[in-house]
Every structure is written in C-alpha cells, then in structure tokens.
C-alpha cells in the first residue's frame, strides 16, 4: 500500500481530515491534520489529537514496513495551506495569499504589474462560482499615527482565479496584539 493512502485511511479513520503530508531528507515524515469542517462550526486540533494520530500511525506504519526516522503530526497553523474547493469555501471572506502559476498579464485594468504572481487580500466567492482575491495596495497605517479624513482610501482592486491557476494559496498569517492586527513577515 502506498504512504499516502496508509497516511489517508489511518487519519480518515480517526475523524480527521489529512491536510498535508511531506517526507523529507533524513527520514521525516510531516503529517499535517485538520478536523472536518462543519459550517458555523470552527473546531481546532490540540497536541492531544496530533498525539492520538501519531501513535496510531506508528502502528500502522510499522505493519505496512515503512520505513522512516522521525514522524511529526501537527495542525495546518495559521497560515494553513488551500487546496481543495472545501478549503475555499471554509475561508471565503478570509485574508489569504496567493500565489498564481503564471504572471497576470494585464488583468484588473492595467492596474497590476504585468509580471505579479503573488497576490494578499480577501478571498471572495464570484457570482459565476469561481474566486477573486480583492485587495488594496495601500499601506496600512502606521500605529499611533492620526489618519487624515480627508485623505481617499486607496480604490480595490479585485482579481479573478480558478483553483487550476494556481500554484499556492494559504492563509494570512495574522497576529492580534492588543486589537492591533499585523501580518507576519
């Protein structure tokens, strides 16, 4: 049986989703694991799922000869990976990056580099069942500084995508201090 369907029916089996897995050099093996989604429900994996899976892993890994050094089973994280049509539905409306496979061309009316892959805003489901990425490329203000009222908020700017456009999408990695949010570098 190969990794991947070990790795699949054992978590799946469990009541958990299988997000991600990747075996590096050196012999270890990422396992990265979600609890199904519900809609209006938001759920998170604790260490005693990631636990729960890796000890039943261990079994079934063994029994199937795989070899490995090390296993590691976590939860996506914060800036957890989009990958299915599920995935973008659980987030629509959600602060996202985005890579594209290829550059956009002219696309949002000449507005964007004609070279620009990469791409932070809201992800926002389109009327015609695709997804757009809307975003601003003004700075954000700088904490403590007053902003003028009579400045003009820089305009949206939006861009269409298919999932089969992509190269990589992930959430935003947001962190909240006291109130003030700031994106991770």
């Given at each position: 049986m190969a990794l991947q369907e070990i790795a699949e029916q054992t978590v799946t089996g469990l009541g958990y989703e299988l997000?991600?897995?990747?075996?590096?050099a050196g012999g270890l093996l990422r396992v990265t694991i979600d609890l199904p989604w519900t809609p209006g429900v938001e759920r998170f994996v604790g260490v005693d799922d990631c636990e729960k899976v890796t000890r039943q892993l261990q079994f079934a890994l063994?029994?199937?000869g795989v070899e490995y050094?090390?296993?590691?089973?976590s939860s996506p994280g914060i800036d957890r990976?989009?990958?299915?049509?599920?995935?973008f539905e659980r987030f629509d409306g959600e602060l996202v990056d985005v890579t594209l496979k290829a550059p956009v061309g002219s696309a949002a009316g000449g507005q964007v580099a004609a070279n620009r892959k990469k791409f932070r805003g809201r992800l926002e489901r389109?009327?015609?069942?695709?997804?757009?990425?809307?975003?601003s490329d003004e700075p954000p203000a700088?904490?403590?500084r007053r902003v003028s009222r009579?400045?003009?908020p820089a305009p949206l700017q939006a861009l269409g995508f298919r999932l089969d456009e992509l190269k990589e999408?992930?959430?935003?990695?947001?962190?909240d201090f006291k109130g003030r949010q700031r994106p991770l570098k």
């Open positions: 997000v991600e897995m990747e075996r590096s063994e029994v199937e050094k090390r296993l590691e089973v990976p989009l990958r299915t049509e599920r995935d389109e009327a015609e069942g695709g997804w757009r990425i809307v975003w700088q904490p403590g009579k400045k003009l999408a992930r959430l935003a990695s947001v962190v």
